[in-house]
């Protein structure tokens, strides 16, 4: 079946409005914390993201998310074409130093 350009772009839009809308609501100083504006989205996006990745199958009887397609690596639950971020030891990188011009 042929994409339809219309709707192709009508859910790219949406899928932009959401990741944008996300982080702008996840990352502003109003409102709740972090940690709870972060159990608030997971708690609408999480369910979505199961059910596109794992239609009607929900979890295993160990109660673990079933596997991701080959390609894709299971962070969290969430299946993505990157292996997972280490966040075990968080440092900022240091930042490059810049050339000065002599004059």
């Given at each position: 079946?042929?994409?339809?350009?219309?709707?192709?772009?009508?859910l790219r839009t949406m899928l932009d409005s959401l990741?944008?809308?996300?982080?702008?609501?996840?990352?502003?100083?109003?409102?709740?914390?972090?940690?709870?504006?972060?159990?608030?989205?997971?708690?609408?996006?999480?369910?979505?993201?199961?059910?596109?990745?794992?239609?009607?199958?929900g979890t295993n009887k160990a109660g673990l998310e079933?596997?991701?397609?080959?390609?894709?690596?299971?962070?969290?639950?969430?299946?993505?074409?990157?292996?997972?971020?280490?966040?075990?030891?968080?440092?900022?990188?240091?930042?490059?130093?810049?050339?000065?011009?002599?004059?």
């Open positions: 079946m042929p994409t339809n350009p219309k709707e192709y772009t009508n990741e944008v809308g996300a982080l702008r609501y996840f990352l502003s100083g109003e409102g709740l914390s972090q940690p709870l504006k972060f159990q608030f989205l997971k708690g609408m996006l999480q369910p979505v993201i199961d059910e596109l990745w794992h239609p009607q199958q079933s596997e991701c397609p080959p390609g894709y690596f299971d962070c969290d639950g969430c299946c993505v074409p990157y292996k997972c971020p280490d966040l075990s030891n968080p440092k900022p990188k240091p930042r490059a130093k810049s050339a000065k011009r002599k004059r």
